[in-house]
Nanobody
Framework: QVQLVESGGGLVQAGGSLRLSCVVS????????MAWYRQTPGKQRELVAG???????HYADSVKGRFTISRDNAKKTVVLQMNSLKYEDTAVYYC?????????WGQGTQVTVSS
C-alpha cells in the first residue's frame, strides 16, 4: 500500500515563504514521477510543479521563479519551496506520485497567504 504524507503548510503573510514536504511510503519505485497540485473551493485541482526521477522539473507559469520543487530519491521525499508567496497561492496543496498502477495522492495541506 502506497501512502503519502504532506507537511509544512500554514499561514504566512504575502511575500513570505513556506516549505512543503511529502514523504512516500510503501511499495513504489523511488524514481517515479512526483508532483505538487493545489486546489481552491469550486475550482479544479491544478498542477503546480512536477519532477521526474532524473530531476527534470516543470512548473505552472503562475509559480515560475518563485517555487522550487526538489526530491530525494533515497528518502522517497519531494519538497516544494515556495517563496514570494501571493494571496492567490492560497489553496490546499496535494502531493502526487505516479506509477504503472495509477496515481497516489496525499491528504493535502492548507496554505493560507494573508494579503
Amino acid at each position: 500500500q502506497v501512502q503519502l504524507v504532506e507537511s509544512g503548510g500554514g499561514l504566512v503573510q504575502a511575500g513570505g515563504s513556506l516549505r512543503l514536504s511529502c514523504v512516500v511510503s510503501g511499495s513504489i519505485f523511488s524514481f517515479n514521477p512526483m508532483a505538487w497540485y493545489r486546489q481552491t473551493p469550486g475550482k479544479q485541482r491544478e498542477l503546480v510543479a512536477g519532477i521526474l526521477g532524473d530531476g527534470s522539473t516543470h512548473y505552472a507559469d503562475s509559480v515560475k521563479g518563485r517555487f522550487t520543487i526538489s526530491r530525494d530519491n533515497a528518502k522517497k521525499t519531494v519538497v516544494l519551496q515556495m517563496n514570494s508567496l501571493k494571496y492567490e497561492d492560497t489553496a490546499v496543496y496535494y502531493c502526487k506520485v505516479s506509477d504503472g498502477g495509477g496515481d497516489y495522492w496525499g491528504q493535502g495541506t492548507q496554505v493560507t497567504v494573508s494579503s
